[in-house]
């Protein structure tokens, strides 16, 4: 059993189709080679919280995601929504992992105090927010990829490919 992940990137840009989604492959990269985990879907929305929302419940109620990583929209900008779309969807808050995020990212860059990512549980699937940029990607989801096998172990009543590691 690998664990099933979803990429939703929420990016106007991106949506019209005028930016390749690097960011995307950077979690795609990420999630493959340090966690073993399978993207079971991918989906670019333009930074509105009515299409966030659906993609985030279709991700878990459907599609049946053990995570979902979001990328982008966790800023300040007057469209960036993408924090209150999962608050709007999540039954459970689990903001240890933005925190973490964030502590860690604040070493990198004073910037990373500009994201308001969160984090939280629906149904059995975890949903954390990652910045937009490639970089912020990457150091976010570094952060705390090492403890996700055990959290989603604890989640989702199973064990994983590498079991309870942490
Ligand atoms: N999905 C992505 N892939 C690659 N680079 C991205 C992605 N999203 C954002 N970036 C880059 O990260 C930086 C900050 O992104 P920001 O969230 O402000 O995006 P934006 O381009 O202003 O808006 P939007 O992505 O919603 O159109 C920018 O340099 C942007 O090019
Ligand atoms: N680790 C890390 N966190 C980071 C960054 C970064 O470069 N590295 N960029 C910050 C910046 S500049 C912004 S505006 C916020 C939100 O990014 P978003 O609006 O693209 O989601 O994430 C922040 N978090």
Same mark, same amino acid.
């Given at each position: 059993?690998?664990?099933?992940?979803?990429? &939703?990137?929420?990016?106007?840009?991106?949506?019209?189709?005028?930016?390749?989604?690097?960011?995307?492959?950077?979690?795609?990269?990420?999630?493959?080679?340090?966690?073993?985990?399978?993207?079971? !879907?991918?989906?670019?929305?333009?930074?509105?919280?009515? !299409?966030?929302?659906?993609? +985030?419940? !279709?991700?878990?109620?459907?599609?049946?995601?053990?995570?979902? +990583?979001?990328?982008?929209?966790?800023?300040?900008?007057?469209?960036?929504?993408?924090?209150?779309?999962?608050?709007?969807?999540?039954?459970?808050?689990?903001?240890?992992?933005? !925190?973490?995020?964030?502590?860690?990212?604040?070493?990198?860059?004073?910037?990373?105090? %500009?994201?308001?990512?969160?984090?939280?549980?629906?149904?059995?699937? +975890?949903?954390?927010? %990652?910045?937009?940029?490639?970089?912020?990607?990457?150091?976010?989801?570094?952060?705390?990829?090492?403890? &996700?096998?055990?959290? +989603?172990?604890? &989640?989702?009543?199973?064990?994983?490919?590498?079991?309870?590691?942490?």
């Amino acid at each position: 059993m690998r664990w099933k992940v979803a990429i &939703l990137t929420a990016s106007d840009r991106g949506s019209r189709g005028e930016r390749e989604d690097t960011s995307a492959q950077v979690i795609r990269e990420l999630i493959e080679e340090e966690m073993n985990g399978e993207i079971i !879907e991918y989906r670019v929305v333009p930074d509105e919280k009515d !299409e966030i929302m659906a993609a +985030l419940i !279709e991700m878990t109620d459907y599609f049946r995601a053990d995570l979902i +990583l979001t990328t982008g929209g966790t800023g300040l900008a007057a469209r960036d929504v993408t924090p209150e779309a999962t608050l709007s969807v999540i039954d459970r808050h689990a903001p240890g992992f933005a !925190e973490a995020m964030r502590m860690y990212s604040l070493q990198k860059t004073p910037r990373a105090m %500009l994201s308001r990512a969160v984090s939280g549980i629906r149904g059995k699937t +975890l949903i954390l927010n %990652l910045p937009g940029s490639p970089k912020g990607v990457s150091e976010n989801l570094s952060a705390v990829i090492d403890q &996700l096998p055990h959290a +989603l172990a604890i &989640l989702t009543g199973r064990e994983g490919d590498h079991g309870d590691e942490a």
